[in-house]
């Protein structure tokens, strides 16, 4: 999932912006897709007032937070563009606004999802040919689709030529601005996958589920070697900056050691590869 998200951060953080707020988004959204498919109570104040999951169909849940995702990229993009404000402001205010929303809906509590379609839970959970876990397929193709958009397109050297010099950019006729939003729907689209294959892998949401998510995602994308600045960068990287970021985590839960000692790892290793 990290790999996935990371393929919208990579273009993101290419063409010159940032974004913190995935990963309260994610978890707003895994608690949206619970409201809708469950059939839970959640509390939406102390003095008991409860409303209940609507039972919606799996796949229809799926497609409306899909358009949440698109949605809120949309809105990312069009503030950072047109309203001329830091990705980091709007992104670190979508970081906190995501959050409180995701309290607010189910009080804390953890959503349990019962009762999914089989052939939804066999594209999240189900593995190909019986031996490739269906969620390494996902991130294979998110991986290739992300390669061949960024390498390969029109639109792919205009993420790369707006993160490297925008003006110049400007004036070779790109739009600049269009650039940047196609990437933050890009990301909020990705963001609305990753709930799906979520929910149907797990088919339950933790309190607190995508704390330190974007932080996990981030940390991906720069050990894969994308340039904070902008202007390079690469989904190959990326899918390798995760691979390391997930044996570490691995790694420190082998040794017993304290899960403080996995972000202290990955600390010096991206002030390694920034210094390099």
Same mark, same amino acid.
């Given at each position: 999932?990290? *790999?996935?998200?990371? !393929? ?7 063409? #010159? ?13 895994? /608690?949206? /897709? ?14 008991? !007032?409860?409303?209940? &999951?609507?039972?919606?169909? !799996? ?20 503030? +950072? ?44 959970? #189900? ?44 004036? *070779? ?5 269009? +650039? ?8 909020? &689209? ?18 607190? *589920? ?6 996990? +995602? ?8 994308? +340039?904070? #600045? ?6 190959? #990287? ?39």
């Amino acid at each position: 999932l990290w *790999t996935i998200a990371g !393929v919208g951060e990579t273009f993101i953080i290419i063409s #010159g912006e940032i974004d913190f707020s995935i990963g309260s988004l994610f978890g707003f959204l895994v /608690m949206v /897709m619970g409201v809708l498919v469950g059939n839970s109570e959640f509390p939406v104040s102390e003095q008991g !007032v409860y409303f209940a &999951g609507l039972e919606w169909n !799996v796949w229809l849940a799926a497609a409306v937070v899909i358009g949440i995702g698109l949605v809120v990229g949309l809105l990312n993009g069009f503030l +950072v563009t047109k309203m001329r404000l830091p990705s980091f402001v709007v992104t670190l205010a979508g970081w906190v606004g995501w959050q409180s929303g995701m309290r607010v809906i189910t009080g804390l509590q953890p959503v349990f999802f019962e009762s999914l379609s089989p052939v939804f839970t066999g594209i999240t959970q #189900g593995k190909l040919f019986g031996k490739i876990p269906m969620l390494s397929v996902w991130m294979v193709l998110a991986v290739i689709a992300g390669h061949l958009l960024l390498t390969r397109t029109k639109f792919g050297y205009h993420v790369q030529a707006t993160g490297d010099n925008p003006e110049a950019a400007k004036k *070779t006729g790109i739009k600049t601005d269009r +650039v940047k939003i196609a990437c933050f729907v890009l990301m909020g &689209g990705l963001v609305a996958l990753v709930t799906v294959l979520w929910v149907g892998y797990l088919t339950a949401a933790p309190m607190l *589920t995508g704390i330190a998510f974007e932080l996990q +995602v981030i940390v991906a994308v720069i050990i894969g070697g994308t +340039v904070l #600045g902008g202007g390079r960068g690469s989904i190959v #990287g990326t899918l390798l900056g995760a691979a390391v970021f997930g044996m570490i985590f691995n790694g420190v839960v082998l040794l017993r050691w304290q899960s403080a000692w996995q972000w202290i790892a990955n600390g010096v290793i991206i002030l390694a590869v920034v210094t390099i």
